[in-house]
């Protein structure tokens, strides 16, 4: 790989990967075929662009710095299989990048201020992804993939397991980035299920039901959804009046949602 200098902008988010040992273990977890359709976001000064395109692939990438978008295109000029975008991963339309009846693949070390709804952005094309792998904070990693009983479960583990299998692959230090960001990182692997593990009627007021449960989790069920659901859905499901929301599983989170679209006139009024 060349060195090539570029100054991280902070308001961009940026901690550039530099580390060959991790380098070479992401690489060695995505079982790469020849022909595979990758999308790289934030590829930076292009640490995984050059790997990846040895690896005889076709690869678009997503890049929000014109100055990195300069840096990448004098960098692998003449590289055919890729293309540079010069634009906001937030507001990219991926689905744009499918051809024919393919899947995307999608890689990317991401900033940690946007992760969050950069991957719900995602999902909103998930039909046309095969599987995606990050660079994200451990702590947001540990959060996606926590069980229901973990401190660490919540609305980002109920929506992401609705949506996808995650795995936590490994752990990155600080010391593996330039600048080092004051966080672990983690690599997470995340498929998109080709149909979700519970049934929802309404998704839309399932996103409700769980927004709402782990708004004030340290309250009951009872407490926080009071304005949303009446008890008797409650005491029909089995679910424990005085239960909080972080023991909540995502079937009977599913149960919930799915009760109340069933009986919107047992329903407590939502007055928010």
Not at 98 to 112: C, D, F, H, S, T
Not at 223 to 231: A, H, P, V
Request: overall charge positive.
């Amino acid at each position: 790989m060349t060195n090539t200098i570029h100054t991280p902008r902070k308001r961009f988010g940026q901690n550039f990967l530099h580390d060959y040992s991790v380098i070479a273990n992401i690489l060695a977890s995505l079982q790469i075929k020849p022909g595979d359709h990758w999308v790289e976001i934030g590829p930076g000064r292009g640490a995984l662009t050059e790997p990846l395109l040895d690896k005889n692939i076709v690869l678009d990438v997503v890049e929000l710095d014109r100055d990195l978008v300069s840096l990448l295109k004098n960098r692998f000029k003449g590289r055919t299989q890729l293309t540079i975008h010069s634009a906001d991963a937030l507001k990219f339309d991926f689905s744009t990048l499918v051809k024919q009846e393919e899947k995307l693949r999608i890689i990317g070390n991401l900033p940690y201020n946007i992760s969050t709804p950069l991957l719900f952005h995602l999902l909103e094309n998930a039909a046309c992804i095969t599987d995606m792998q990050f660079m994200l904070q451990k702590e947001v990693v540990d959060r996606i993939c926590a069980a229901p009983g973990s401190k660490k479960y919540g609305r980002l583990s109920v929506m992401m397991q609705y949506y996808c299998s995650t795995e936590c692959l490994f752990y990155v230090f600080p010391e593996s980035f330039d600048p080092s960001p004051k966080v672990m990182s983690a690599v997470v692997k995340l498929i998109p299920h080709p149909k979700p593990p519970v049934m929802v009627n309404d998704l839309a007021l399932f996103k409700q039901v769980v927004t709402q449960a782990f708004s004030q989790r340290r309250k009951t069920l009872r407490n926080s959804l009071k304005k949303l659901i009446s008890e008797d859905c409650f005491v029909s499901l089995g679910i424990d009046l005085i239960a909080r929301a972080e023991t909540i599983s995502l079937h009977e989170f599913a149960n919930l949602s799915n009760w109340l679209s069933e009986n919107p006139q047992l329903a407590t009024k939502n007055t928010e």
